[in-house]
């Protein structure tokens, strides 16, 4: 691994513990202006300095996030269909060019594959194209192991997904939090975040975060549960003391209550 690579990584997952949080506001490239995120410079600047990491669109980076914000971007290059087109959800290419990746300066990228659907080949093949276009100039690549339609958000799968990811060439794997979550930790050679996934109530989120940390997770990169909960700032500071504190979910819990007030 070049210098250029590994110093991104270290921008990506904090040298100090390993641990990574990562706050996902992408959401705009397939479900438009979603809840929380209408005005989306107004609720991600607060949050900034709980963040670990970006995940941001090249929209919403441009038309939203200062350029001078001191925090490294991992940027969303998958898309092409939207929350509205159910039998294409998730049947995702390019939409990013390198060059205008390495334009924006970001630490990393991010792209959805969507194993076990009838057009996984053409998300795995724009996947593995990126890994080559983006490890050319040192950017690692974050896998998404979507969930379409359909298929469970089970070990069984998201091991499949995870690993698959990992073996095409991902340097980190973001998926889903599930009962035996460490089975797939165990297979899947590189470091994994939890995706939120749908608004749930901010203890039932925080307790996900801590499960998934003890369960070998290195991070989060949470969005919904970040930006639609009653107070933004207190669970980006509640999430945060669980990836880099070890707090309780108790603990995280009473932090979110305090910042609720
Ligand atoms: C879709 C995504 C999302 O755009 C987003 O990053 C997910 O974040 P959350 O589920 O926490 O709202 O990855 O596959």
Redesign the pocket.
């Known amino acids: 691994m070049d210098w250029g690579m590994k110093n991104r990584l270290s921008k990506i997952i904090k040298p100090k513990d390993g641990h990574t949080v990562m706050l996902?506001?992408?959401?705009g490239?397939?479900?438009g202006p979603t809840t929380g995120l209408e005005k989306l410079d107004e609720m991600v600047k607060p949050l900034l300095p709980y963040a670990d990491v970006l995940?941001p669109t090249r929209g919403g980076l441009r038309n939203y996030i200062p350029p001078e914000t001191d925090i490294p971007i991992c940027l969303?290059v998958s898309g092409g269909t939207s929350i509205i087109n159910e039998t294409n959800l998730?049947h995702e290419g390019i939409i990013v060019s390198m060059e205008d990746a390495i334009r924006l300066n970001v630490s990393a990228v991010?792209f959805?594959i969507l194993v076990g659907q009838p057009f996984e080949r053409d998300t795995l093949l724009a996947f593995t194209q990126t890994i080559d276009e983006a490890n050319r100039y040192g950017i690692p690549v974050l896998a998404?192991t979507?969930v379409g339609r359909g298929l469970g958000k089970d070990a069984k799968y998201l091991s499949l997904a995870s690993r698959m990811a990992a073996e095409l060439g991902a340097s980190i794997v973001?998926t889903y939090y599930c009962k035996d979550f460490e089975k797939i930790v165990e297979s899947c050679p590189v470091p994994i975040v939890i995706?939120?996934?749908?608004?749930v109530p901010e203890k039932d989120a925080l307790q996900m975060a801590y499960d998934a940390l003890q369960a070998g997770a290195i991070g989060v990169?949470?969005?919904?549960?970040?930006f639609q909960s009653s107070s933004p700032v207190g669970m980006m500071k509640a999430v945060n003391a669980i990836v880099h504190k070890n707090a309780t979910p108790k603990d995280a819990f009473e932090i979110f209550k305090e910042n609720e007030k």
């Open positions: 996902a506001v992408d959401h490239y397939f479900m995940m969303r998730l991010a959805s998404v979507a973001k995706a939120g996934g749908k608004k990169d949470m969005g919904r549960n970040i």
